[in-house]
């Protein structure tokens, strides 16, 4: 009986330092299931972060996009004021010509008269 008790105390001691490991491993995965959880939190933060990234992307090209419009609907403008005054030019050198004819066909008017005297 002696024997049998000192095997049953040997036998539960064995199953003590089992469960004492056992418990070690529990823990030394609950380590890791943390640090995985973590890291996933982060990669979640990053995930987040390229996202509004992209979200200010976005918005700068559509800002990039209206301006490139702005200056476009400039350019049609300026183009239609620069034919309005290159029609108003070319009228004035038009009558400018005509104005020198008729100075030219004064004078030599002027000079007919003049030689006739």
Do not use: C, P, W
Request: proline letters at 0%.
């Amino acid at each position: 009986m002696s024997e049998l008790r000192t095997e049953v105390k040997s036998e539960i001691h064995g199953l003590k330092s089992e469960i004492h490991e056992v418990k070690s491993e529990i823990h030394g995965l609950k380590s890791e299931i943390h640090e995985v959880k973590s890291e996933i939190h982060g990669l979640k933060s990053e995930i987040h972060d390229v996202k509004s990234e992209g979200q200010s992307t976005k918005a700068a090209i559509y800002s990039l996009k209206a301006e490139m419009h702005r200056v476009a609907l400039l350019v049609e403008e300026q183009n239609a004021k620069n034919n309005i005054v290159l029609d108003g030019l070319t009228s004035l050198f038009h009558r400018q010509e005509r104005v020198e004819s008729e100075v030219k066909d004064l004078r030599s008017l002027v000079m007919e008269i003049k030689a006739a005297k």
